[in-house]
């Protein structure tokens, strides 16, 4: 069965950096694209950007262009989402999705929660 | 890359059939058919209940249908079951991002 199982909790000072791990199973990795999404919380969710497994062509969303980097790791089917310079904004449940292009997120991560605080 | 409008919340008695709306525009909803649409439960995961504007996935029941009309996509579920109530949110291509919706609350009466 499909799975996608993220990193745990992480809690960081703002101007740090974190990295979001997000492990596929069950299906072939390169068939497929990984979407980030993040959710602030009690609000609504946000397109974070999208990366191919298959060649690592992304996209990314604009608000976030400079400081966010998506990647995989095809050889152990993860997906990485590293975001830099984080903000008490960035505070937010991280998740990540298997994505059929361009929109259809069919399997979901369990979510991973960023906390920004100094 | 603005959100899409949804109606903060719609409400519906167990048996009838509610429709939530999802106002985009031609470079988004009305530009291309992807729109797919999530339900989310507290504390959950989303979860994939219709996609490319009116396929629904295996698992998902025919009560949940999908559709679209110009800039507008909209999300039916007829026969309204307790376990319906949750949040919903429609997505839409836009060329080079994707785009979600504000989110609606489903109160089941």
């Known amino acids: 069965q499909v799975q996608l199982v993220q990193s745990g909790a992480e809690v960081k000072k703002p101007g740090a950096s974190v990295k979001v791990s997000c492990k596929a199973s069950?299906?072939?990795?390169?068939?497929?694209?990984i979407s980030w999404v993040r959710q602030a919380p009690g609000q609504g969710l946000e397109w974070m950007g999208w990366?191919?497994?298959?060649?690592?062509?992304?996209n990314y969303a604009q608000k976030l262009q400079g400081r966010v980097t998506m990647t995989t790791d095809t050889s152990t089917s993860t997906a990485y989402m590293e975001l830099r310079s984080l903000r008490s904004d960035d505070t937010a449940v991280y998740y990540c999705?298997?994505?059929?292009?361009?929109?259809?997120?069919?399997?979901w991560g369990q979510g991973t929660l960023v906390t920004v605080s100094s | 890359q603005s959100a899409l409008t949804q109606p903060r919340s719609v409400s519906g008695s167990p048996g009838q059939s509610v429709t939530i709306s999802c106002t985009g525009t031609?470079?988004?909803?009305?530009?291309?058919?992807?729109v797919s649409w999530y339900q989310q439960h507290p504390g959950k995961a989303p979860k994939l209940m219709i996609y490319?504007?009116?396929k629904r996935p295996s698992g998902v029941p025919d009560r949940f249908s999908g559709s679209k009309s110009g800039n507008t996509a909209s999300l039916t579920i007829s026969g309204l079951q307790a376990e319906d109530e949750a949040d919903y949110y429609c997505?839409?291509?836009?060329?080079?991002?994707?785009?979600f919706g504000g989110g609606t609350k489903l109160t089941v009466l």
């Open positions: 999705a298997r994505t059929d292009p361009p929109v259809t997120n069919d399997y």
């Open positions: 069950g299906y072939t990795f390169t068939s497929y694209g």
């Open positions: 990366i191919s497994a298959y060649n690592g062509n992304t």
């Open positions: 031609s470079s988004d909803v009305g530009g291309y058919n992807y």
């Open positions: 490319d504007v009116s």
């Open positions: 997505c839409s291509y836009a060329g080079s991002y994707t785009v």
